[in-house]
Structures are given as structure tokens and as C-alpha cells.
């Protein structure tokens, strides 16, 4: 066997110090450091990565790297090749149970490890995931459909077009329910264009995804895929919604409108919040539990609204102290059709902005006001400077999200150039992006620390 099998991806001190020690990549090893001694499988590096690291996955599944000038001592305990693959099963077919389609966009809700790169690849094909998580057979007849196969941040208006078209084609041919997996870090996007470019839905239509890849042990990759599948075939719910975990731990999966929900935390696995309002439902192995009766219920005909259109020359400016009028300038001058402005309080910018929203309303640009404080609304006429805002041509969205705002502008002026008309479509209500109110329980911020506080989340923490 060559050294570039023997110490795959290893290069500089890391690959000086496995052969000081004759540790082969897949073996399992102890290590001994200055400050601990480490077990488990050496793990092959990216093609990318550092040479300063050795890289082993310990019995707790989790991955560890040691750096090889603190290395005091190392031996190999043994060997065992690893091929990393997920084992793939036929589907079964049961003609009781309903079809469901999953639409792969990327993500990892299933995955391997391509240890050559360093990347999770997807397990996509309906026998992969029956291999990966076989409850799914008793839910349903899945069948995948892997649209594309990008990161979230990639996805943009001709994915999003092409999305809403091919949920379109599998309502009207008869699908019980539509599962997108995605990446979570712009699922919000996502679930906000589906919203509006797939009305009037007859079926569920469940995004979901997973804050940790599947090859680690804390995953929730397939229990959301368990619960999404579970939404998708059974749940009474005929609206876009985004599926993942509600609590910390693994009791159940809460089930969020498309535009009222918001990624919060960057590695929590309950991270997706619904912000001014409460989650459509809860969601778990067994059903459903309802928390509100508003929602747009499940039909059995096969009609749907297509609206798959989208103007891309649409921005945010998170306003902050001293931002300069030259700011809003640039987008004006490079043609942008509509601005989302996420402005501080009730919906306030500097003065010094003002010439700039009205060159902004001159050259016919549509300008939204939005709050970057996520909770409560827009109300511009409380205050001088959103009045003045207003009179400049500044509209606000009460308690539109932000993110929202701008999905929704880009879809509005993909229809209309009349900005009455637009204006019009902005602000009325499709799919819950603007509330009449906000329940007093649509804003919960527990801050930490707090004896009172402490004492409640030590009662309900598990």
C-alpha cells in the first residue's frame, strides 16, 4: 500500500508524527498528549485541510483533532478499513398507504462522509433513505426527486422557480403530500417564495432539514425526516411550513408557518422560531397536536395556483447609525426596482437618508419599511421621523419579517410594474406574513441568569 493510501489527506508535521509512530489512516489508536490521552479511528483528512492535525472519531462518535506538536506518545491498536456508505434497501410498496414526494435541493438530512474531501454528501434515493431511516416505510410510498444539489445560500430565484413549478406538477398529479429538503440556513427564504409562489395548496408542503450531519450521534437529521414524511402524509395542514426540532431534546417537531419562521441560533438543533405568533402545530411518531385552528386545511382536489415568478433586482439595507445616503445611491444607480429597508424601533432611519428616499421614489423605486427588531411592527406615524419617512415615500409593513419582506417584493414586482399595484399585493395577507395581532405569547425571551428565570428552565430542561 502507497503512503498516500496509508495516511490519506495528511501532509507537514501530522504526517511526520503517524509514521513516527507507524499509525496507519482507518486504525484505532491511542494518543497521548501533553494535556490527555485520546482513543479512536484515525480518520483520513480533506484534500484541503491543515498539516498540522491528526483527526480521529472517538467512541462517542464525535471527531477530535490533536495537534501533533503536543503528541507525547501514540501506538495502533489495531485495524479495520472503513468504507463509509449508506446502505441502500428497496423501498417497499404498500397500495394502502399514500404517495409522497421528496424534493432534494442539498443538506444533509441523510448523508455520508467523503473523507477524500471532507464534504457530507446526500443519501437521496428512496432506497439510501429506507436504508438510513426504515421507519419511513410505515409512513408512506416515498418517492425522491433531486432538483439540485447546492448549499442553502446558493439558492436563488431560478430554483426557487423551478421548485414552486415541479411542486405544482406533483399536486396536480395526485401526490399526498411534498417534502423539500434543504440546507437550514436560508430554509426561511425558501419556505417565505413557496408561500407565495404556491397558493391555495390541496396538500401539505413541509420543508426540513437537519442542524447536524448524520454521521454524528447528536443528529436530528432522522427524526425532522421522520417527522416531515409524518406531516406530509397525514397532517391536516395544507399550507407551506417548515419542519424541525422543537425542544433540545427529541420529543417532538414543531411544525412553522412558511413566513413567520426564522432560523435563531447558528448550531442549536432547535433553532427555527416562529417570530409574532405560535407554531402551527406539534409533531411527533405518533400525530399530531395541534396549538391553533386558523390554518388552510388539506383537500382532496388537485388544484394549485402557480405563481412562479421573481424580480431579482431586490435588496436589504439593515439601517444602522450614520449610514450614509451614497448607501441606498448604489442601488438606486445599478437599478434596483425595490428596497427592504430593516430599520431600527418603530421603523427609523438618520436624516441624512432622507435626500436618498426621495431620489429613491423619483426614479420609481419601491421602498419598504421593515424592523430589525424581528417582534412587533412597523408603525411609522408615532413618530416625527416615521412620518417625515412616509411623506418621502417609505411604506411600512407592520409585522412583515424582514427576509419576508424582501421574498415578498421580489415577487411583487416580478408581476406588477404599477407601484400602486405592487403596494397593493405588499400588503395584503397571503399567507400569514402580516398578522392583525400578535398573541401574548408570540414573544417569549427568557434572559438567562436570571434567579426566576434559572429556576423555570431548571424545572423543564431535559
Known amino acids: 500500500m502507497s503512503d498516500k493510501d496509508t495516511y490519506k489527506g495528511y501532509r507537514g508535521i501530522a504526517l511526520e508524527a503517524l509514521k513516527k509512530y507507524g499509525i496507519r489512516v482507518w486504525s484505532d489508536a491511542r494518543i497521548l498528549t501533553d494535556a490527555d490521552t485520546f482513543e479512536g479511528i484515525v480518520l483520513p483528512r480533506s484534500e484541503t485541510a491543515d498539516g498540522d492535525h491528526i483527526v480521529i472519531k472517538m467512541i462517542t462518535g464525535y471527531n477530535v483533532g ?8 501514540a501506538e495502533e491498536l489495531g485495524y479495520k478499513e472503513a468504507h463509509y456508505k449508506i446502505p441502500e434497501k428497496a423501498f417497499p410498496y404498500d397500495p394502502k398507504k399514500s404517495r409522497v414526494v421528496l424534493f432534494g435541493t442539498g443538506g444533509t438530512i441523510a448523508s455520508r462522509l467523503d473523507y ?17 431511516v426504515p421507519e419511513l416505510a410505515d409512513i408512506c410510498n416515498l418517492e425522491t426527486d433531486k432538483l439540485f444539489g447546492v448549499f442553502s445560500e446558493n439558492m436563488g430565484p431560478q430554483e426557487y422557480m423551478t421548485l414552486a413549478t415541479r411542486i405544482g406538477e406533483e399536486i396536480e398529479k395526485g401526490v399526498r403530500g411534498i417534502v423539500v429538503g434543504h440546507g437550514t440556513d436560508t430554509m426561511h427564504h425558501t419556505s417565505a417564495v413557496l408561500s407565495f409562489m404556491v397558493q391555495n395548496s390541496p396538500v401539505p408542503i413541509v420543508m426540513v432539514g437537519s442542524q447536524r450531519s448524520s454521521d454524528r450521534p447528536s443528529s436530528d437529521a432522522a427524526l425532522n425526516l421522520i417527522h416531515s414524511v409524518k406531516t406530509a402524509a397525514d397532517c391536516d395542514i395544507a399550507e407551506v411550513m417548515v419542519c424541525m426540532f422543537g425542544p433540545t431534546s427529541d420529543d417532538y417537531g414543531l411544525l412553522h ?8 441560533h447558528s448550531s442549536y438543533r432547535s433553532t427555527f422560531r416562529t417570530l409574532s405568533d405560535v407554531p402551527l402545530a406539534m409533531v411527533n411518531r405518533e400525530g399530531f397536536s395541534y396549538l391553533r385552528d386558523d390554518y388552510k386545511k388539506r383537500r382532496n382536489d388537485r388544484e394549485v395556483d402557480i405563481k412562479a415568478v421573481f424580480e431579482e433586482r431586490v435588496g436589504i439595507l439593515y439601517y444602522y447609525p450614520n449610514m450614509q445616503p451614497d448607501m441606498m445611491d448604489m442601488m438606486v444607480e445599478k437599478g434596483y426596482k425595490g428596497i427592504v429597508i430593516a430599520g431600527t424601533g418603530l421603523g427609523h432611519v438618520n436624516k441624512p437618508l432622507y435626500p436618498a428616499l426621495k431620489r429613491a421614489r423619483e426614479a420609481g423605486v419601491a421602498v419598504y419599511m421593515t ?13 416625527e421621523t416615521g412620518r417625515e419617512m412616509m411623506g418621502l415615500g417609505v411604506i411600512p409593513l407592520q409585522n412583515m419579517l424582514p427576509e419576508v419582506a424582501y421574498i415578498k417584493l421580489g415577487w411583487a414586482l416580478a408581476q406588477s410594474d404599477d407601484l400602486e399595484e405592487v403596494k397593493d399585493i405588499m400588503l395584503t395577507s397571503i399567507n400569514g406574513e402580516i398578522t392583525t395581532r400578535e398573541p401574548y405569547n408570540g414573544y417569549l425571551v427568557f434572559q438567562g441568569g436570571i434567579p426566576e428565570v434559572d429556576e423555570f428552565v431548571s424545572e423543564i430542561r431535559r
Open 116 to 132: 477524500r474531501t471532507g464534504a457530507v454528501i446526500p443519501a437521496f434515493t428512496p432506497g439510501e433513505l429506507y436504508g438510513s
Open 66 to 73: 490533536i495537534r501533533a506538536d503536543r503528541i507525547r506518545g
Open 257 to 264: 408557518r412558511g413566513t413567520r419562521v426564522r432560523k435563531m
Open 371 to 383: 424592523v430589525q427588531t424581528l417582534w412587533g411592527y412597523a408603525q411609522m406615524y408615532v413618530y
